[in-house]
């Protein structure tokens, strides 16, 4: 696989460099930027396909990729940042953003402008390959799945930034001097766009291109998770549809994808170089040590866990970690999420992470490391990794089926969440149960549990509205008996403040479309 990414990087072509880092939404240009929107570049089959690797290539950038998931963990409410202990985290905004206080944070901004930059990349796509209803040949299946592919990743990225902020921009073009800057659209708009966009992505993704690439079923997936949120929104839904419509069309989506997928048997080896696209995986980011796309692992691997640079910067809240230790004392799947204890790389002397101290006096005793994304070979030295991003799995469509067939009650639901449990070895809670809302309950913990640090994390609970949210996190956090001030932090209950980011404040510096 590791071939594979490499090659990917090498053909790409010296005209596809262009559109690194062009959208920050802060540059003035001073000419019309060179961008892949000859027909030239788009009927040659094997250029067309470095346009793709291009539109990958920005996908796993710091800026689209690490920086995504900083901000989405750090809004979550479920995890701390600590370098020097308790709340004397990297700077007072990553502080901010951790207690759900956002302002200007440094990385939920370079997020902005990294994940438009791919959205320019997927519309100069769009607008230039061409695409037939009937493929005849093999270049003709290969420029759809091209075109269906930048359809799927453009609607998964306004998915992305309309979750976190709301109304946002909404380039459906190339950007150039009299577009560059566009006011918000409604975030009703922006959802109208991504089920367009992922529709057309489901007709035209063919999986002409093999491992390494998702096929049409990670946007039958985005789809159901779209209309999961719409569900519950009801001022995002379309005209005349209902709640009951939207958990209709977000079932037969996820139908779909079920059973094209296979659970595998170890949960922990999901997240290790040696099980990269596996059966498991219907979308994961490609990344390469010797691309140097990835620095994400020193940031949650802690101190002197490997012989190279280790940050552990990254933590999850400590009350997250126990209510998975109650609800499921023996699951596999808390040593597969969080890193209780390692052996030094430099000595190997024992180190304890936690539970060290019941009553958690200090920062390093306080919360425990997250192993997902920890680096795994303690001998590794580069300050870049070789470990690939899951962004979508077959694990969390069973989670999303049982959530959706409980509120269908179609009685599916406990078939779908038995299927999940059985490969860690566990039943189902008494939650399950129980009533409908019982098992919305737990089916919404067990996202948690299943999918923690992942990437939806921010976005779940919120989904169903700021009282569920601030009920289930915020004050499940706060009000936990050993909460402490002086080494947790503290969430806050302003629903202004812990439902969506502030546009970036560099965007409104330089947007004068935008208040």
């Known amino acids: ?14 005209i596809l460099l262009t559109l690194i880092g062009f959208l920050s939404l802060s540059c003035d240009l001073d000419e019309d930027p060179i961008f892949l929107d000859s027909e030239a570049v788009y009927t040659d089959i094997n250029v067309a396909k470095g346009a793709l690797d291009g539109i990958y290539q920005a996908l796993t950038s710091y800026n689209a990729q690490e920086r995504r998931i900083f901000a989405i963990n750090g ?4 995890f701390t940042a600590g370098k020097n202990g308790g709340n004397n985290v990297n700077n007072i905004n990553n502080a901010n953003l951790f207690s759900l206080k956002p302002t200007y944070d440094a990385d939920s901004e370079a997020m902005w402008g990294g994940v438009y930059s791919v959205i320019a990349r997927c519309n100069g796509a ?12 093999s270049d003709e299946s290969g420029f759809n799945d091209i075109a269906g592919q930048a359809y ?17 921009p909404l380039w459906l073009s190339l950007p150039n001097n009299e577009n560059l800057h566009l006011a918000t659209s409604p975030s009703k708009e922006v959802y109208a766009q991504i089920i367009e966009d992922a529709q057309m992505a489901t007709t035209l993704m063919n999986g002409n291109f093999g491992t390494g690439y998702p096929m049409q079923y990670a946007a039958n997936m985005l789809l159901a998770k779209v209309y999961m949120t719409l569900a519950t929104n009801p001022d995002l839904r379309a005209d005349g549809l209902s709640e009951s419509d939207y958990w209709q069309m977000a079932y037969e989506q996820a139908m779909q994808v079920y059973g094209q997928y296979s659970l595998v048997a170890d949960y922990s080896s999901l997240f290790t170089d ?12 490609q990344i390469s040590q010797d691309a140097a796309n990835s620095q994400m692992g020193r ?12 940050f552990g910067w990254l933590r999850v809240n400590a009350d997250v970690h126990d209510h998975h230790a109650s609800t499921y004392p023996n699951d596999p799947r808390l040593e597969g999420t969080y890193l209780h204890s390692y052996n030094r790389a430099d000595n190997g002397n024992l180190v304890t992470v936690y539970p060290s ?6 920062f390093a005793k306080a919360h425990p490391y997250f192993f997902k994304f920890t680096e795994k070979d303690t001998q590794h030295s580069n300050q870049y990794g070789d470990q690939n991003v899951i962004i979508y799995r077959y694990g969390e469509v069973l989670i999303m089926l049982a959530e959706i067939s409980n509120e269908l009650d179609n009685g599916q639901q406990l078939g779908f969440i038995t299927e999940l449990l059985s490969r860690v070895g566990m039943s189902p809670q008494g939650a399950y149960f129980g009533t409908r809302d019982e098992f919305r309950e737990a089916i919404m913990y067990e996202y948690r549990f299943e999918m923690l640090g992942e990437g939806e994390d921010a976005h779940n609970n ?3 509205g700021f009282d569920y949210f601030l009920n289930r996190t915020i004050l499940f956090h706060n009000n936990n008996p050993l909460h402490n001030p002086s080494v947790d932090l503290t969430l806050s209950t302003d629903e202004s403040q812990v439902m969506t980011l502030p546009i970036p404040l560099i965007e409104i510096n330089t947007n004068d479309l935008i208040d």
């Open 1 to 14: 696989m590791k071939n594979l990414k490499l090659k990917k990087m090498k053909n790409l072509k010296i």
């Open 75 to 78: 809004f979550s409410g479920l």
């Open 126 to 137: 769009i607008q230039n390959v061409s695409t037939v209803l009937e493929p005849s040949t």
């Open 152 to 168: 799927f990743v453009r609607a998964w990225s306004y998915f992305s930034l309309t979750r976190l902020w709301g109304d946002v």
């Open 274 to 285: 040696n099980n990269e696209n596996s059966s498991e995986s219907i979308w994961e980011l």
């Open 299 to 310: 940031n949650f691997t802690p101190w002197k866990y490997k012989l190279g640079q280790h």
């Open 357 to 362: 101290n019941p009553g958690r006096p200090n």
């Open 462 to 464: 919120r989904r169903r």
